[in-house]
């Protein structure tokens, strides 16, 4: 099974993921979050992607697209994977859509995660995440039982370095220029299932999972 996750930033697409990949036992591939670890680790990727990132920018395609290619081809994605944050361009959506065709697959389902842009930029600005094993809080919607404390393992909790009032501002002009094409792209695939991320965390996941459980 070959899920996306499409949605502006803050949308849920992290948190609806980490529950989807938990119960069907596939890996959730966040290009977001292999760009975040190797910025930590300071890696050559982690150096190129980094004014990017910090400035609310889309990573170049082409780097982009190698690094996902490779993630595609490890072992752990034979029976299927969720992607988060990619394709984030028509172009990035391409060549997907050509490396299925090289390897005979498809994509099954796309879900689209819709958000009024006042929550958007609300769950940004109060995002947190641990700073050792990477889980997401909010300091009013999902916050920690002891403050800046991550409760999976003492972790502190940091914010992201983008999730600032003014990149997030671009990262949504960004989104709405360059991603928000993939909708209609998707829509044309009939694949495209539109669900409404306003709501709770578990009343978004049952939907999903309802759709997932009627095309399997
Ligand atoms: P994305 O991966 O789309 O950028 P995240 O999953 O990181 O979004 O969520 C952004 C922030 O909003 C996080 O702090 C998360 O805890 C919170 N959040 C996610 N989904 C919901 C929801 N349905 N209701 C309230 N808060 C949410
Ligand atoms: P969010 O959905 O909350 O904006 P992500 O963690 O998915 O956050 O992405 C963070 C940043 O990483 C993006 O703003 C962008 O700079 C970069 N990035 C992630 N995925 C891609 C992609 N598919 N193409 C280009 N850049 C990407
Ligand atoms: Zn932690």
């Known amino acids: 099974m070959i899920l996306i996750l499409l949605g502006p930033p803050g949308a849920g697409k992290g948190t609806q993921a980490a529950l989807i990949s938990e119960k069907y036992n596939i890996p959730h591939i966040s290009t977001g979050d292999i760009f975040r670890q190797n910025i930590k680790n300071k890696t050559k990727l982690g150096l190129e992607a980094e004014g990017y990132i910090h400035n609310g920018l889309l990573v170049p395609d082409e780097l982009t697209i190698k690094i996902i290619e490779e993630r595609l081809n490890e072992k752990d994605c034979r029976n299927g994977y969720l992607l988060d944050g990619f394709p984030r361009t028509v172009f990035q959506a391409e060549s997907l859509k050509k490396y299925y065709l090289g390897i005979k697959e498809h994509i099954d389902l796309v879900f689209f995660l819709e958000v009024n842009l006042d929550l958007v930029i609300k769950r940004n600005t109060g995002r947190r995440i641990c700073s050792c094993c990477g889980r997401c809080y909010h300091v009013y919607f999902t916050p920690p039982k002891h403050k800046d404390k991550c409760d999976t393992c003492g972790g502190c909790l940091i914010q992201r370095k983008d999730d600032t009032e003014s990149v997030i501002l671009e990262r949504l ?21 539109k669900l409404c991320g306003d709501e709770e965390i578990t009343k978004v996941f049952e939907n999903m999972c309802k759709i997932i459980d009627n095309c399997n």
């Open 173 to 193: 002009s960004v989104y709405l220029e360059q991603t928000m094409p993939l909708v209609d792209y998707y829509v044309k695939a009939k694949i495209l299932y």
